[in-house]
């Protein structure tokens, strides 16, 4: 032992030196190399177990335990059976005799080594391994040790690693439940003793074993017992750890739905737990506990509320238990704001209102809490500046779930709601009006001057939100006819007051606040918007109708002036588009307002703000007008045309000829145009033809620059975009003939050397919207002449091996071979009609499906789907598996290709797709597929030895319906993958399973 101790100093040496900051990485890798030339000496394993008993050192312990963890994982199997009896033997001894001394890091290391032995050993070669477990928890001094060892075991064998086969990762599972009745048993004794639970270590170690148990066990084997002892842990509050993992262990129980046969005893253990809960000051409580509180209370609700069967016991009482530990939350953030998710999500999953009471007495409360009159102290701290990574400050973080509450409850209760929040709103309203009357001496109480705009803002929106509960069939009834009219007369108000304040007589925050206010009025206009078409349905409201179109352009129109606020002027030229798009007012042009914005360029407003007012100027001309006899067709298609002209003047008088100076025009005009024609994609043929002849000329000019402009990224793509549009939303207007031009234009212009040209630009160029013509036109009947089929053909076989590499863009990847999915399923016949070139065609659909085949290797996920799942739609609607030609040149490849999609796990969340795929294979030719294919695939898989093949094709049995076909592919694979692990760590023709 004197020559071990000798190593032993020499490797604690080694050990510090290579855990040292000041160690070079020359240094290091030399020590690497000498730790690995012990790792491979022959029974290394007897010196690791005779450092461990005599060193201190955790960097040697922890060495040698990772070298006789390789032993184990990856020697098992071909070591000696004394041997292997000797490290397990040893490994126990050392765990049980070091337990109470080991760090906790050391200690699960040497814990988990044991239950890996068990993984390949239990119960053949191993078979007192549970039987330990169970007497180390029934003694004091091994109780921690047996919970960790039960831990361990629950985590490491229903999860295993891959080197197990399929058999026997469920045979683990089997003999892991026959041991849980004695389990349960053990430790629910363990909880009810209150010894036991005086050590806070077992006692969370246990909950810690109960929470993972309740993932994998089923709940017919859990006994009701726990229940109740659970819910007494969780509300120990003095001992808080306690309580958030016995918290834990109700949520995963709830998160499976394990909830027993009636549900009167969890309901009462819940509102029991809850009104414990009353009696504490929650500030004594900690965010942990609250969160897990919270979510508990959510999935409990959630559970009963889904429910069928009737009235539930205690429900009621359990709702008001979690509105009052909703409202006494202090802190908005992160705790109230956590309570408003356990609302949202009730208001999400139940339909039943019953229980609306409950959720109508929260509204009063949130309406309190978003108050600064009410709780400014506590609102002001949260940041209204700062935006997250969702593009969102704290406070609307805060505030987006309290008007989502509000506006859930009133589609239960609208009335009550409505009116609830109106009368608030109201008062607001008056106080503002003081204050606008009184502006110079009422700014000088900043405090509650900003407190007043910022509640009347969040009201604001609050009543814009609250829109839709006055829009439906009973619309009419006075009580919500009164309630909306008088609404928007007090936002039209309220607008008509912020166009005449005098921002420049307040200060940098007081204006701030003052502009808000008035884009809330804005979006909140917008939304009531929606209201104004039903006025139109009779004829005494549309005076009424009238005078508040009147009034809303009229008060959006001031805010679109040069030097104006850019957050007004955007939420101006929103209500200005929305309002010609729902309520389409007749003859707008001749209001004194709207004659200005066709006159205006309006170049000083962001380019989104221009396309909202060009879009509702176009709306003015070309929307049918409802309930009008009289739609003015011929002048308004003069105007229409006058305007777009306009618009598009500088474009259309660009010289035939390349330069770069041209391009800003190019692109802003073919962006604008784009945006224009979206917006009626859905209209009918009248106005569509109307915006045809307006931008014809736009059209033709467009064509004419694509070959100049055509090895410019930028503008290739921006054309070609514009084209797409314009064949998605115009395609019948456009015609047959021009659209069959323009892919001729397109084609022509794209010679081999453009396409390497686009390739090598970012996104492909424009050659992603070229595929998307395509296969628009290929798609849509009465377009696809004979030319375009066989030229989309060409242009995918010439793209195919430039596009099929991992540096491609994953874009144009995807729209190429939407592209081939689209020629294959509408130009079937074109491969396969009798023909003089079936013998071409034949080769061109060959190439075709290979290239799918090939795609399936590459690492873009959403393109494997969209191509797995086009095979399928092939099969479907052609009998793509079953065609002669696919059967013998294809079906093998596919397979293969498939099966190896599985063993290399490249694709794993698609695994059930991939599956459903070869199963359909198989059952075009089973007896081919045992008799040939299957022997033949093994035959070609490397580091398996043929014994382990034959097991693998007996394990695959004969059966037909999916499921037992999918268990099959599953077990194939898994078993695969198990003997090629295992096979790379010992001689060839060691592993048997």
Not at 167 to 183: G, S, T, Y
Not at 977 to 984: D, E, F, G, H, V
Request: charged share 20%; proline share 3%; aromatic share 10%.
């Amino acid at each position: 032992m004197s020559h071990g101790k000798h190593e032993l100093i020499a490797l604690e040496t080694l050990m510090k030196e290579f855990f040292d900051g000041n160690t070079g990485n020359e240094k290091r890798l030399e020590i690497e190399r000498l730790l690995t030339n012990f790792k491979n000496q022959q029974g290394c394993w007897k010196l690791c177990f005779d450092y461990l008993a005599l060193t201190k050192c955790q960097y040697v312990s922890m060495f040698c335990l990772t070298t006789i963890e390789d032993i184990i994982n990856k020697q098992w199997v071909c070591l000696p059976w004394e041997e292997k009896s000797q490290v397990k033997t040893h490994m126990c001894a050392y765990v049980l005799e070091n337990h109470e001394t080991l760090s906790p890091c050391l200690k699960s290391k040497s814990v988990k080594l044991v239950v890996d032995i068990a993984r390949l050993d239990w119960p053949h070669f191993y078979p007192d391994f549970f039987t330990n477990i169970i007497q180390l928890l029934q003694k004091p001094n091994t109780r921690h040790l047996g919970l960790l060892y039960l831990l361990t075991t629950s985590e490491e064998l229903i999860a295993p690693r891959e080197d197990l086969s399929f058999d026997r990762k469920n045979e683990l599972k089997k003999l892991l439940l026959a041991q849980m009745p004695q389990v349960f048993t053990i430790l629910f004794e363990l909880l009810t003793n209150e010894g036991v639970l005086t050590n806070t270590q077992d006692g969370c170690l246990i909950l810690r074993v109960l929470t993972h148990l309740f993932t994998w066990v089923p709940a017919s084997q859990v006994p009701n017992a726990f229940i109740s002892i659970i819910f007494k842990l969780a509300s120990k509050t003095e001992n808080e750890d306690f309580a958030v993992l016995a918290l834990g262990t109700l949520n995963e129980m709830l998160y499976r739905h394990w909830v027993p046969p009636h549900c009167s005893q969890i309901m009462y253990n819940a509102l029991e737990l809850s009104q414990s809960l009353m009696n504490i000051p929650l500030e004594s409580l900690s965010q942990v506990y609250i969160e897990k509180f919270s979510e508990f209370l959510r999935l409990v609700l959630a559970l009963q509320l889904s429910q069928s069967d009737g009235k539930i016991d205690n429900m009621e009482a359990l709702l008001t238990a979690a509105l009052n530990f909703t409202v006494r939350q202090s802190e908005l953030v992160p705790e109230f704001a956590t309570c408003l998710e356990i609302w949202l999500h009730l208001l999400d999953n139940s339909n039943s209102k019953k229980y609306s009471g409950a959720f109508v007495s929260l509204v009063p409360q949130i309406l309190n809490k978003i108050q600064f009159r009410q709780n400014g102290s506590k609102l002001q701290d949260l940041d209204d500046k700062t935006l997250d990574d969702d593009g969102e400050t704290e406070w609307k973080k805060f505030i987006r779930p309290c008007i989502e509450i509000v506006a859930k409850v009133a589609e239960m209760q609208p009335l009550v709601i409505l009116q609830l929040v109106y009368e608030q709103w109201v008062e607001l309203c008056q106080l503002y009006g003081l204050v606008f009357n009184n502006l110079a001496v009422a700014i000088q109480d900043v405090n509650n001057i900003q407190s007043l705009l910022r509640d009347l803002s969040t009201f604001t929106q609050i009543m814009g939100r609250l829109q839709t509960q006055c829009s439906g069939e009973t619309w009419q009834e006075e009580s919500q006819f009164m309630l909306a009219r008088l609404t928007l007369q007090h936002l039209l108000t309220l607008n008509e007051l912020g166009v005449n304040i005098q921002y420049h007589s307040l200060s940098d925050s007081m204006k701030m606040e003052f502009q808000k206010v008035h884009a809330e009025v804005l979006a909140s206009l917008k939304s009531w918007c929606y209201w104004l078409p039903l006025l139109q349905t009779e004829k005494s409201t549309k005076p009424m109708l009238d005078e508040f179109v009147t009034r809303i352009i009229n008060g959006c129109v001031p805010f679109l002036i040069p030097n104006s606020s850019t957050v007004l002027q955007h939420c101006s030229a929103h209500v200005i588009a929305t309002i010609t798009s729902t309520v389409r007012p007749s003859c707008l042009w001749e209001l004194e307002t709207v004659k200005c914005l066709f006159s205006n360029r309006l170049i000083h407003l962001q380019v989104e703000d221009q396309y909202l007012i060009q879009g509702a100027l176009v709306n003015c001309l070309i929307l049918k007008w409802p309930n009008t006899e009289d739609q003015m067709w011929d002048q308004r298609s003069k105007l229409l045309a006058t305007y777009i002209d306009e618009l598009t003047a500088p474009f259309i008088s660009l010289p035939l000829q390349f330069s770069l100076e041209y391009k800003p025009v190019i692109i802003s005009t073919l962006q604008m145009m784009q945006y224009i024609i979206k917006l009626y994609k859905s209209e009918g043929l009248k106005s569509k033809k109307l915006l045809c002849i307006a931008f014809q000329k736009s059209v033709e000019r467009s064509l004419a620059l694509f070959p100049l402009y055509v090895r410019d990224a930028q503008i290739n793509q921006e054309i070609l975009q514009f084209f797409l549009v314009l064949l998605e939303c115009l395609q019948q207007q456009v015609g047959v003939t021009f659209t069959q031009v323009a892919v001729q234009t397109f084609m022509d212009v794209y010679t081999r050397q453009q396409l390497q040209v686009s390739l090598a630009q970012e996104n492909g160029g424009g050659l992603q919207q070229l595929l998307q013509i395509l296969d628009f036109v290929v798609q849509t009947p009465g377009l696809s002449a004979s030319k375009v089929t066989p030229m989309a053909v060409n242009l995918c076989l010439q793209l195919f091996e430039s596009v099929l590499t991992e540096n491609a863009s994953p874009s144009v990847q995807e729209s190429l071979f939407q592209l081939v999915y689209s020629i294959l399923v509408h130009k079937w016949q074109y491969f396969f009609k009798s023909t003089v070139d079936t013998d071409l065609r034949e080769k061109e659909f060959l190439h075709m499906m290979k290239a799918i085949g090939q795609s399936f290797f590459l690492p873009n996920i959403d393109l494997f789907r969209q191509n797995l799942r086009n095979i399928e739609r092939l099969n479907n609607k052609w009998n793509l598996y079953y065609k002669e030609v696919f059967k013998k040149e294809l079906h093998s490849q596919f397979l293969t290709v498939l099966f190896n999609i599985l063993l290399a796990k490249r694709h794993s969340l698609v695994n059930e797709e991939v599956a459903i795929v070869i199963c359909n294979l198989i059952l075009v030719d089973t007896d081919n597929f045992f008799n040939d294919f299957l022997p033949k695939f093994l035959s070609s898989v490397e580091s398996i030895d043929s014994f382990q093949k034959v097991v693998l094709l007996d394990n695959f049995t004969k059966d037909k319906d999916m499921p037992s076909m999918i268990q099959n592919i599953y077990r194939l694979t898994n078993d695969l993958i198990c003997y090629q692990l295992c096979n790379a760590s010992v001689p060839m023709g060691s592993i048997r399973l």
